[in-house]
């Protein structure tokens, strides 16, 4: 091992031990731990900038360019490059400063949402959003605005321009379209997803499908938390969480969801484990995986043709009566709502899109915070005809803000985009609704397996999408995609 990776491994081992602290957090902890792990998580952190913003390790890294790399060594290098540029140029006391206002806004987010209060949540916000205009203004490249520094950290090559242009479609688009939608004749009845589904046959049904789309439970654990997430140490350590309530598709397509991601972390080559390239590409890769499978697969008819007898054993009185066809039919039943995380396939990236022109307002144009509410209102009114009449389940309802996490909302639409055009051209490559009726889920996992996963961070997402499909990302097929899909379901 050379002395730079000597380097790097201590840098990982850090963050893994934080990554670690993070989803006992989330899961286990209990409640008087907080304080005290906050403590460790601190020194952590700052051992971790310490290792990297070493000036050995700059020198070394310098020296080892002029040598021959493999691939692997190669990608490692141009992400310690990257991570040590941004950690370098914020100060380490500055940085601490931000962890803990950051911890505090969320502390205040969740009192303001809970207290229906979002005066009390504005001040707050402003210094967050002062602090990440400030970091992004030490990142910057010459010329390059603010909120495209911020988006360039989660989805490297896109900016507002490019940006611009795919919400622009989808608003041309989408919009009108969802009015159809909602005009139709078709009625979709799915009161029977909600009702008394015990937790542990829940649970039971969660496993099964897990296990089902190829998560291997070897190096995977499946936990409850608020919130369902993944978390990865590396590719033989991913853990996902689900919650469960009285609707029985919300924690399945949760599972199915955070299946995507950790298949998409255990397909990653072992060459890259514990290294810095040794994760998904980008966020918005990322999504494209869990949505791919969470919408595109996971609401096809044909992936329950294996699946929906066991569904029945599980839940015979819940599901009395309830046939595949009415089933499918339900899961994709489009109604447009406040909530982002609860909206349907088709509905899910305009929640999005309002977040992303808020964004620009608030980072570019200096919108006062206390504008936030009702503008937030009026787009949900424009868009998805609905008006939320209180800012728990307006503005007040994502932690993203309160975190300091602009420009990370993009790329949730961006994934469902990404996965869309992956699949139009995959179409051509083989039969996704023989394959999944035969339950050969396996075939397509181990496609994507082999034009995605198992690069890590090698390559970005643009290039997968160029590689894998021969075209740099075209966010029409997105579109052609859900007015097929909805436009057959909905009679248009
Ligand atoms: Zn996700």
Redesign the pocket.
């Known amino acids: 091992m050379k002395e730079w990776e000597k380097y790097l491994e201590r840098a990982m081992a850090c963050q893994t031990a934080l990554t670690l602290f993070e989803w006992d957090n989330e899961t286990l902890a209990p409640e008087e731990a907080g304080s005290w792990t906050a403590r460790v998580q601190g020194t952590l952190s700052e051992m971790y900038q310490e290792v990297m913003t070493d000036p050995r390790l700059t020198e070394l890294i310098e020296e080892a360019e002029k040598e021959e790399l493999t691939d692997v060594q190669r990608a490692v290098i141009r992400e310690a490059k990257e991570e040590i540029r941004k950690l370098s140029c914020i100060p380490p006391e500055e940085y601490r400063a931000f962890q803990e206002l950051s911890a505090e806004s969320t502390r205040v987010w969740a009192k303001a949402r809970e207290s229906q209060d979002f005066e009390a949540f504005a001040p707050i916000l402003e210094k967050i959003i002062s602090c990440q205009k400030c970091f992004a203004a030490c990142q910057a490249r010459e010329g390059q605005k603010l909120y495209d520094v911020m988006l360039d950290n989660y989805e490297k090559g896109f900016d507002m321009e490019k940006l611009d242009e795919f919400f622009g479609m989808l608003k041309e688009e989408l919009v009108p379209f969802l009015h159809q939608v909602r005009e139709s004749r078709v009625r979709i009845s799915d009161e029977f997803l909600k009702g008394d589904y015990p937790e542990e046959k829940q649970r039971e049904l969660a496993e099964y499908v897990a296990e089902y789309m190829g998560f291997d439970f070897h190096k995977g654990v499946l936990a409850v938390s608020a919130h369902p997430?993944?978390t990865n140490l590396h590719n033989h350590d991913v853990r996902i969480t689900t919650h469960y309530s009285d609707r029985m598709d919300s924690s399945l397509f949760s599972v199915i969801?955070?299946c995507?991601?950790a298949l998409y972390e255990m397909g990653i080559g072992d060459e890259l484990t514990q290294t810095l390239a040794g994760q998904g590409a980008s966020m918005g890769m990322?999504?494209s995986q869990?949505?791919f499978f969470e919408n595109i697969i996971g609401r096809k008819e044909a992936f329950w043709i294996p699946l929906y007898s066991r569904v029945k054993e599980i839940f015979p009185e819940q599901l009395k009566g309830v046939g595949r066809e009415m089933f499918v039919k339900a899961i994709n039943k489009v109604e447009p709502g406040l909530i982002r995380t609860e909206a349907d396939e088709l509905t899910y990236s305009l929640h999005v899109m309002i977040r992303y022109e808020l964004e620009k307002l608030l980072i570019e144009e200096d919108l006062d915070v206390r504008e936030l509410p009702q503008l937030w209102a009026d787009k949900y009114e424009e868009y998805l005809g609905v008006r939320p009449t209180t800012v728990a389940e307006g503005v007040l309802q994502d932690i993203h803000w309160a975190q300091g996490s602009f420009g990370y909302f993009p790329s949730?639409a961006l994934?469902s985009a990404f996965g869309a055009q992956m699949y139009e051209y995959m179409k051509g490559q083989m039969d996704f609704d023989s394959l999944l009726a035969r339950g050969e889920i396996g075939v397509i996992r181990e496609y994507l397996r082999e034009h995605i996963h198992r690069y890590g961070k090698c390559r970005t997402s643009r290039e997968i999408l160029k590689e894998m499909t021969g075209e740099d990302f075209n966010p029409a097929c997105y579109v052609r995609y859900l007015k097929e899909k909805y436009g057959k379901l909905y009679q248009i």
Do not use: A, K, N
């Open positions: 997430f993944t969801h955070e995507g991601h990322h999504e869990s949505r949730y994934g």
